[in-house]
């Protein structure tokens, strides 16, 4: 994975980052398999990652383009019935703008970098499972 120029992680370094976004997911915000997920969110690593843990997890994910406005992305988070919606700094959208218990959360605020390595990795949901047949 690339940030600009800059190589920030291969595919070993970031299946871990994921495996350990999607422990956090499961335990710190209880997503389940089928759970909504929206991403209303700029393209960068964070996405990137936050994209796949949900997808680990057997989540499914909803992505807002961030170029729309932040009451349309609260109405389309809602219509999708996601129970969680990541931003960029996790303030674009007002509280009155979701249903009660839905919330907005930063996107470097599941496993921050800092303690990323503490947290326990996630096995893949059987969605995410290849068989051999």
């Known amino acids: 994975m690339f940030q600009g120029l800059r190589l920030v992680a291969d595919y070993r370094e970031l299946t871990a980052r994921v495996r350990r976004r999607a422990g956090a997911l499961q335990r710190q915000h209880a997503l389940v398999p089928g759970d909504r997920v929206a991403l209303f969110m700029k393209n960068s690593g964070d996405y990137l990652e936050l994209l796949y843990a949900i997808w680990w997890v057997g989540a499914v994910a909803v992505p807002i383009n961030a170029k729309l406005h932040?009451?349309?992305?609260?109405?389309?988070?809602?219509?999708?019935?996601?129970?969680?919606?990541?931003?960029?700094?996790?303030?674009?959208?007002?509280?009155?703008?979701?249903?009660?218990?839905?919330?907005?959360?930063?996107?470097?605020?599941?496993?921050?970098?800092?303690?990323?390595?503490?947290?326990?990795?996630?096995?893949?949901?059987?969605?995410?499972t290849l068989r051999a047949n």
């Open 70 to 128: 932040p009451t349309e992305a609260a109405w389309i988070a809602t219509d999708a019935q996601a129970s969680l919606v990541f931003s960029d700094d996790g303030q674009c959208l007002a509280p009155d703008q979701l249903p009660a218990g839905r919330r907005e959360l930063a996107a470097g605020s599941v496993v921050a970098v800092a303690h990323c390595a503490t947290v326990q990795p996630a096995q893949p949901s059987r969605a995410m």
